[in-house]
């Protein structure tokens, strides 16, 4: 055995692409962490957009960070002599693993090729998250790593990405409801909107999400100030109205079996809308962005992540902004 496993203690928080700035002003304003103070005391260690923390620097119980798409729960350190000393070390820990690249991508890649498969690739959905546990690894040097067996992600490296189409959806938000509906079920054990379901599209043009519930074979009612594109507008199972979707009472609307709303709007007036339909029981499924305007109000936030049933998260489609799920 060519190989040495080293037990470092704290948590290692990888960011969303390119999102790295905003997990490090949660860790500030939300959670009371300077990340900055830390690496000035060598208490946190960067490896591209993974942040390694030391444990005396991490309070116990801390939640983890909307904008960290995985946490490395147990981070160890990895000394190897060769790619597959590298490989066996991780295969004695657990099963299956999944790298994050920042350096030595050829490298990285001849390891994860010596583990057994895990499926890397963009997904079709709709998809079943899965409930098995999967390590996280990156490569610090030419024969060192850091790992984690660990996780709080059953999905590799923490991401869901889907297969694109470029052609049929009118916007690029169909994405956002594809993800937000695998997490629902994952987090919620709730079924998919299927032929039969009656959902509620609040601020629906140009029709991403309506597409998506169309194709899941939904009847649709969707409301907008604006129309939606012209073959949604023209689906059998659309029905349209021209209209401020947060004026209009649940009760008169009648029961739907999801709710959704990727309005853009001050979260305050979200979280009254989201509360008005919890209350009037009117449906039980909603999933909704939270639009941040400007610097984020994470008394808002806690307010959202207080529903009962619910659930606050960043999506990998997400940009500023969070999502919210609240099955009943």
């Known amino acids: 055995m060519s190989y040495t496993i080293q037990e470092l203690g704290g948590a290692?928080?990888?960011?969303?692409?390119e999102m790295k700035g905003l997990l490090e002003s949660?860790?500030?304003?939300?959670?009371g962490i300077s990340i900055d103070?830390?690496?000035?005391?060598?208490?946190?260690?960067?490896?591209?957009?993974?942040?390694?923390?030391?444990?005396?620097?991490?309070?116990?119980?801390l939640p983890l960070p909307y904008w960290c798409r995985v946490r490395m729960d147990k981070p160890l350190l990895i000394t190897f002599d060769s790619v597959k000393d590298a490989s066996?070390?991780?295969?004695?820990?657990?099963?299956?693993?999944?790298?994050?690249?920042?350096?030595?991508?050829?490298r990285t890649s001849l390891i994860q090729d010596k583990l057994p498969h895990v499926n890397l690739k963009e997904k079709s959905f709709p998809f079943s998250i899965p409930s098995s546990p999967i390590g996280l690894y990156t490569l610090t040097g030419e024969n060192t790593m850091l790992a984690s067996a660990q996780t709080s992600s059953p999905l590799p490296a923490g991401t869901l990405a889907f297969k694109e189409d470029h052609e049929n959806p009118p916007s690029r938000a169909y994405?956002?409801?594809?993800?937000?509906?695998?997490?629902?079920?994952?987090?919620?054990?709730?079924?998919?909107?299927?032929p039969g379901s009656r959902c509620f599209d609040a601020g629906a043009c140009p029709g991403g999400w309506t597409w998506v519930l169309t194709q899941l074979g939904a009847e649709v009612f969707a409301v907008d100030?604006?129309?939606?594109?012209?073959?949604?507008?023209?689906?059998?199972?659309?029905?349209?109205?021209?209209?401020?979707?947060?004026?209009?009472?649940?009760?008169?609307?009648?029961?739907?079996?999801?709710?959704?709303s990727d309005?853009?709007?001050?979260?305050?007036?979200?979280?009254?809308?989201?509360?008005?339909?919890?209350?009037?029981?009117?449906?039980?499924?909603?999933?909704?962005?939270?639009?941040?305007?400007?610097?984020?109000?994470?008394?808002?936030?806690?307010?959202?992540?207080?529903?009962?049933?619910s659930?606050?998260?960043h999506l990998n489609y997400n940009k500023h902004e969070l999502t919210f799920i609240s099955c009943q």
Request: net charge negative; proline share 6%; glycine share 6%.
């Open 175 to 194: 994405l956002k409801i594809q993800e937000a509906l695998c997490e629902a079920a994952f987090s919620f054990g709730v079924s998919l909107p299927s």
């Open 311 to 313: 659930r606050v998260l």
């Open 26 to 31: 949660e860790f500030s304003a939300r959670l």
């Open 225 to 260: 100030r604006a129309e939606l594109d012209g073959r949604l507008m023209a689906h059998p199972q659309v029905q349209f109205m021209k209209h401020d979707a947060f004026t209009l009472p649940p009760e008169e609307l009648g029961k739907f079996d999801w709710v959704f």
């Open 12 to 17: 290692a928080f990888l960011s969303f692409p």
């Open 88 to 106: 066996d070390a991780l295969r004695s820990l657990q099963r299956s693993w999944a790298p994050y690249s920042h350096t030595l991508f050829r």
């Open 263 to 309: 309005v853009i709007c001050y979260p305050e007036r979200l979280l009254g809308w989201v509360e008005k339909w919890l209350a009037s029981g009117m449906t039980r499924n909603m999933i909704c962005t939270i639009k941040m305007q400007g610097d984020i109000d994470w008394e808002q936030v806690s307010r959202f992540a207080a529903i009962p049933h």
């Open 37 to 61: 103070a830390l690496r000035q005391s060598g208490a946190a260690v960067d490896y591209g957009d993974l942040i390694a923390i030391s444990p005396e620097a991490l309070p116990e119980g």
